[in-house]
C-alpha cells in the first residue's frame, strides 16, 4: 500500500469502524454507510476523496478491511467495530481446534489472570494463523502470541463468527481455553 492508501485506509477503519458521527456519517446496523455521504462528510473534515481512491484503497487493504456493496454505493468495514450502531448479523460458526491471539507480552499478567476481554471493540480478534498473531501483537510491543482452545470453548457453548476476511471473532476467552506460546 503507498503511504497514501494507508493514511486513507486509516481514516477509514476510525470513521467506519469507531466515529463515524465525526463526519456526520450515519452507519446502518450491518455497518453500511453511503459512499456519496462518506465523500461529502470527509470534505467537511477537510479530506478530499473520491470514488477511485476509495476503490483503490478497499482493493490494495492487505487485511480486506472494507467491503463495497454490489452496485459500489455503499461501504464498510467488515470487523473491528466499536461503535454501538453497528451489530454485524452473521452465521456462528464452528472454529478451527486452535486459534491464534497476538499481544504485547506487558498485558500478559492481566490476560493470564482475567482472560482475553474485547477491550473497546464488539469482539475479541483471532486468527487461524501464528504469523499474523505475531503481526497483530507487534502493533503494542513486544509480541507474545496465544494459543486458543477453540473448539473445545465451541463445544462448550462459546459462540464464534468469521469476518468476511477471516478474522475469527468471539466476546470473550476465558484463561482455562488459552496458553502461551503456538
Ligand atoms: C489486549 C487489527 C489486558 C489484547 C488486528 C490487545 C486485529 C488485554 C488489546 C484487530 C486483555 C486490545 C484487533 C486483558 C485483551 N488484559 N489486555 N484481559 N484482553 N487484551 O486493538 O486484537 O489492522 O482492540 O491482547 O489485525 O490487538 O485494525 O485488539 O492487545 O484483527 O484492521 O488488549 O485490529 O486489525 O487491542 O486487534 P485491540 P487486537 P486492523
Redesign the pocket.
Known sequence: MSKQHTEVSKFL?YVLRHEPHAIGLTLDSEGWAEVNALIAGAKQAGRTLDVELIRAVVNSSD?K?FALSDDGSRIRAV??HSTDTVAIQREPKQPPEFLY????TR?LD??LA????????HH??L?EDVS?AT???Q??GKPVVLKIEALRMHQQGFVFFQADNG?WLVTNVPNSFLVIGP
Open positions: 477503519s487485511k478491511r470487523q473491528g491471539h497476538g499481544t504485547a498485558f492481566s490476560i482475567e482472560g482475553l476481554r474485547p477491550g473497546e471493540r475479541v480478534h486468527s499474523t503481526a497483530v501483537g502493533r503494542y478474522v
